[in-house]
């Protein structure tokens, strides 16, 4: 089993629409939790982390379910310009947290 | 804010060869982080660094694989002798704060083909 599983995609969105990306892990020692995002051809970059309680940043929603080790992206209102992978990354116990574990990522194309 | 640079941005080269990748992380972060990417396998960690010294390079695929980091401002990976296999996209990263977590870096990566 994969330490983090990402559904691949593609997710074809209209723009404007609602869309969730899910992503489960294995390590329950796991303290960190990121979205980062990957436009074609460049490189991966930080969205946003992942807390606790739940957090959000204008149109993006980040949720943890440490229970299920499960956690989920929402974005609101799709622009095209949000058409891109986006990888769900969890770090572990071992080395100190030091290591990220990236999932194959989920893509995602907004359309007109 | 320079960002992680790395060099060169795209090589080609042919099997048997020596390959060399360099990177320069941001001022200040005290991680390195050598990643490789390709489509069927994703992201995967080859090596890291911490103040200078390698933590844990399990992900180093083979003895042909090489990694120094020999300053707090320079790494190289080095391949030799070079596969058509090992042809991926070859990412550096270094660690920092933003906000109130840790998170990595990345710079624009290195293309590698080997033919």
């Known amino acids: 089993r994969k330490e983090v599983e990402q559904d691949p995609g593609p997710f074809n969105v209209p723009e404007g629409a609602t869309v969730a990306f899910n992503c489960t892990y294995s390590?329950?020692?796991?303290?960190?939790f990121f979205w980062y995002r990957q436009d074609c051809r460049k490189e991966p970059k930080l969205l946003m982390s992942v807390y606790s309680s739940g957090n959000e940043d204008g149109r993006f929603t980040a949720q943890l379910n440490r229970a299920s080790q499960y956690i989920s992206l929402l974005i609101r209102d799709s622009k095209l310009s949000d058409s891109a992978t986006y990888l769900c990354v969890v770090n572990g116990r071992e080395t100190g947290f030091q290591k990220l574990v990236f999932g194959t990522g989920t893509r995602l194309l907004v359309s007109p | 804010d320079a960002g992680v640079i790395q060099s060169p941005r795209h090589e080609v080269t042919e099997m048997g060869q020596e390959v060399t990748l360099r990177c320069k992380p941001i001022?200040?972060?005290?991680?390195l982080f050598w990643y490789r990417q390709t489509m069927m396998r994703g992201l995967e960690l080859l090596i890291y660094?911490?103040?200078?010294?390698?933590?844990?390079d399990s992900g180093m695929p083979e003895d042909r694989f090489s990694a120094k980091m020999p300053n707090a401002s320079f790494s190289t990976l080095k391949i030799q002798p070079s596969e058509p296999r090992d042809s991926a996209v070859y990412f550096c990263?270094?660690?920092?704060?933003?906000?109130?977590?840790?998170?990595?870096?990345f710079g624009p990566g290195t293309r590698l083909l080997v033919l």
């Open positions: 660094f911490n103040n200078n010294v390698p933590i844990d």
């Open positions: 390590n329950s020692a796991s303290q960190s």
């Open positions: 001022s200040g972060h005290n991680s």
């Open positions: 990263a270094s660690k920092g704060r933003q906000g109130v977590q840790e998170t990595q870096y």
